[in-house]
């Protein structure tokens, strides 16, 4: 599968902002897919995700409350509703998937097979 991010720009902190992930290939569903973020000199980290065939939603406690992802299975499109902004958000955001993988693995960058290219997101105080 191949995945194509964007929707990364500069907001200002309280703001908000919606990321999209468009996968290519028919089996959109069969696919674990997650959102994760890495700043510079930083560990890529976990950031929201859904289970394989979307009937579970994942999220890092320090989004709770604040992202939501969600999917659009007719536009094999996974979204990313970034609300109350901080500073600290701030990152380049890759989007990746995988056929295989469990909830306990789900949090994992390094569990992931396919990746996007990532799109940065610059949030000002």
């Known amino acids: 599968v191949q995945l194509q991010a964007c929707g990364g720009g500069l907001v200002q902190a309280g703001g908000s902002l919606r990321l999209s992930c468009a996968a290519s290939g028919r089996t959109f569903s069969r696919y674990a897919m997650g959102w994760f973020r890495q700043s510079p000199g930083k560990e890529r980290e976990f950031v929201a995700a859904y289970s394989r065939g979307g009937g579970s939603t994942y999220y890092a406690d320090s989004v709770k409350g604040r992202f939501t992802i969600s999917k659009n299975n007719a536009k094999n499109t996974v979204y990313l509703q970034m609300n109350s902004l901080k500073p600290e958000d701030t990152a380049v955001y890759y989007c990746?998937?995988?056929?295989?993988?469990?909830?306990?693995?789900?949090?994992?960058?390094?569990?992931?097979?396919?990746w996007g290219q990532g799109t940065k997101l610059t949030v000002s105080s």
């Open positions: 990746a998937a995988d056929p295989g993988l469990i909830s306990s693995s789900i949090p994992g960058w390094n569990n992931y097979d396919y």
